[in-house]
């Protein structure tokens, strides 16, 4: 089992509505949890994070944790064209120190 | 702030020549990663330093990877000798302490014929 799981897609959403995108982590001890987007031949940018059970929202994003299933989700409204980019879960492992593993990532289409 | 500073962007470079990677982090970043990227592995974590020390090397592939940073605003990556397994996008990324999550810079392409 990899530490960190995400469906690779391409998850393809009409202009306008709800992306979601799961990831499901395997340390149970894990703290902190990340959201990256990457555009083709460009860097990850971090874009959400999430250290408690429950919902955070930052504009059309929102973040959701599961600690007992050990699921983390994104959520992006309003998807925009602007939106398709692969998008990256990562997580920081109990005793890891600072370290973050990262999953494969969901590549998410919007299409007009 | 500039951001993460890598150079070079891109390198080509024949099998068995010797490359390296630079990496200026944030400033005031206490954390310098340096990760590698392909399609087939993802993002892969090679080292880390704390404060200017190694703190995991565990990701390294082999000893002709090596990672120094002699100072808080410079780190270097080296392959000696390089070979064509080695192509992949190298990202150097900093991080001010745990929990915040890291800034990435642009990445080294690295091509090895």
């Known amino acids: 089992q990899k530490e960190v799981e995400q469906n690779s897609g391409p998850l393809s959403v009409p202009e306008g509505a709800i992306a979601s995108l799961n990831c499901t982590y395997s340390?149970?001890?894990?703290?902190?949890f990340f959201w990256y987007r990457q555009y083709s031949g460009k860097s990850p940018e971090l874009i959400m994070f999430?250290?408690?059970?429950g919902d955070k929202e930052d504009g059309r994003f929102t973040a959701q944790l599961n600690k007992a299933s050990q699921y983390v989700s994104l959520l992006i409204r309003d998807s925009q064209p602007s939106d398709s980019a692969t998008y990256l879960c990562?997580?920081?492992?109990?005793?890891?120190?600072?370290?973050?593993?990262f999953g494969g990532g969901t590549r998410v289409l919007v299409k007009p | 702030d500039a951001g993460v500073i890598q150079s070079p962007r891109h390198e080509v470079t024949e099998m068995g020549q010797e490359v390296t990677l630079r990496c200026k982090p944030i400033?005031?970043?206490?954390?310098l990663f340096w990760y590698r990227q392909t399609m087939m592995r993802g993002l892969e974590l090679l080292i880390y330093?704390?404060?200017?020390?190694?703190?995991?090397d565990s990701g390294m592939p082999e000893d002709r990877f090596s990672a120094k940073m002699p100072n808080a605003s410079f780190s270097t990556l080296k392959i000696q000798p390089s070979e064509p397994r080695d192509s992949a996008v190298y990202f150097c990324?900093?991080?001010?302490?745990?929990?915040?999550?890291?800034?990435f810079g642009s990445g080294t392409r690295l091509t090895v014929v």
């Open positions: 990324a900093s991080s001010p302490r745990t929990g915040f999550g890291y800034t």
């Open positions: 340390d149970r001890g894990s703290q902190s």
């Open positions: 999430i250290y408690s059970n």
């Open positions: 990562a997580v920081n492992p109990k005793a890891a120190g600072n370290k973050l593993t």
């Open positions: 400033s005031g970043h206490d954390y």
């Open positions: 330093f704390n404060n200017n020390v190694p703190i995991d």
